[in-house]
Nanobody, 111 residues
Framework: QVQLVESGGGLVQPGGSLRLSCAASRSIVSINFMGWHRQAPGKQRELVAVMTSGGSTDYVDSVKGRFTISRDNAKNTVYLQMNSLKFEDTAVYYC?????WGQGTQVTVSS
């Protein structure tokens, strides 16, 4: 069992930045997959970013070049750095570690 606690969401203006954090209750060193999904109002949940245990990463096309996923094994934490935020990035962001999910954190991009 792994508990995940997300933080870092909030309200930001277009063009701004946020960093989401996802703290796991145990070591993530041996985790196969970790990453972030998001769900905007009225839309299906979509995979935003994923990282494998080997460090390979992938992103949905709409965030490539703007978002960066990373991890700190010593802190058992996965991050999502979000730059150049757009209105369409507004969503609830959920982290996952293998089959475990966080509770979600709201990101709102608004002027």
């Amino acid at each position: 069992q792994v508990q995940l606690v997300e933080s870092g969401g909030g309200l930001v203006q277009p063009g701004g930045s946020l960093r989401l954090s996802c703290a796991a209750s145990r070591s993530i060193v041996s985790i196969n997959f970790m990453g972030w999904h998001r769900q905007a109002p009225g839309k299906q949940r979509e995979l935003v970013a994923v990282m494998t245990s080997g460090g390979s990463t992938d992103y949905v096309d709409s965030v490539k070049g703007r978002f960066t996923i990373s991890r700190d094994n010593a802190k058992n934490t996965v991050y999502l750095q979000m730059n150049s935020l757009k209105f369409e990035d507004t969503a609830v962001y959920y982290c996952f570690v293998d089959n475990y999910w966080g509770q979600g954190t709201q990101v709102t991009v608004s002027s």
